[in-house]
């Protein structure tokens, strides 16, 4: 079965920091593009990151430098670690598997069901 | 920079009914657009990508079209569990969604 299971998620101070973990199962991390999405409370979702199966990795301008996406390929597991943590990075963050379907087509077929992380004093 | 602009942001609908919501993109995204189902508390469900086409386990009731700029997902013979927040997406060297559409009971 392919599923991915967050975990990290907690309270944590102003300019702390955390580091969210996605582990898969049913498929290989390294072979598909991996994303990093959340959902402020009373919002939409929001794109953080993705790190592609290639190796590149690209940030959502409100937390370049200071977020970093990676993964462990023996380990089948995303990460995203996040520093200097501010009130407005708290959200449930959910990691995501993006599938390529050809001609430049995307899809986010496999989501995990979020973790929560709560940035406050 | 595409952005993605959803409307109605809310949506009231009898169960039943057929719902209608839409995507614009600000510059054309060819057939590059996706649609998401997210109800609270559980995760979003990919619904159709590229523009149409539904994804695996997907309910016939869910429909997409569109190509460029102008997209819209339609839902026929509503049940009670298509009451959820619905965004559309594409991905453009990295992925950007709409700020999604509220579909109520009416």
């Known amino acids: 079965e392919v599923e991915l299971v967050e975990s990290g998620g907690g309270l944590v101070q102003p300019g702390g920091s955390l580091r969210l973990s996605c582990a898969a199962s049913g498929f290989t991390v390294s072979s598909y593009y991996m994303n990093w999405v959340r959902q402020p409370p009373g919002e939409g979702l929001e794109w953080v990151s993705i790190i592609y199966s290639g190796g590149d990795t690209y940030y959502a301008d409100s937390v370049r430098g200071r977020f970093t996406i990676s993964r462990d390929n023996s380990k089948n597991t995303l990460y995203l670690q996040m520093n200097n943590l501010r009130a407005e990075d708290t959200a449930v963050y959910y990691c995501?598997?993006?599938?390529?379907?050809?001609?430049?087509?995307?899809?986010?077929?496999?989501w995990g069901q979020g973790t929560t992380v709560t940035v406050s004093s | 920079e595409r952005v993605l602009t959803q409307s109605p942001a809310t949506l009231s609908v009898s169960p039943g009914g057929r719902a209608t919501l839409s995507c614009r993109a600000s510059?054309?995204?060819?057939?590059?657009l996706a649609w998401y189902q997210h109800k609270p508390g559980q995760a979003p469900r990919l619904l159709i990508y590229g523009a149409s086409n539904r994804a695996t386990g997907i309910s016939d009731r869910f429909s997409g079209s569109g190509s460029g700029t102008e997209f819209t997902l339609t839902i026929s013979s509503l049940q009670s569990e298509d009451f959820a927040v619905y965004y559309c997406q594409l991905h453009n060297n990295w992925p950007v969604f709409g700020q999604g559409t509220k579909l109520e009971i009416k």
């Open positions: 995501a598997k993006e599938s390529y379907y050809g001609s430049g087509i995307y899809g986010m077929d496999v």
């Open positions: 510059q054309s995204v060819s057939s590059n």
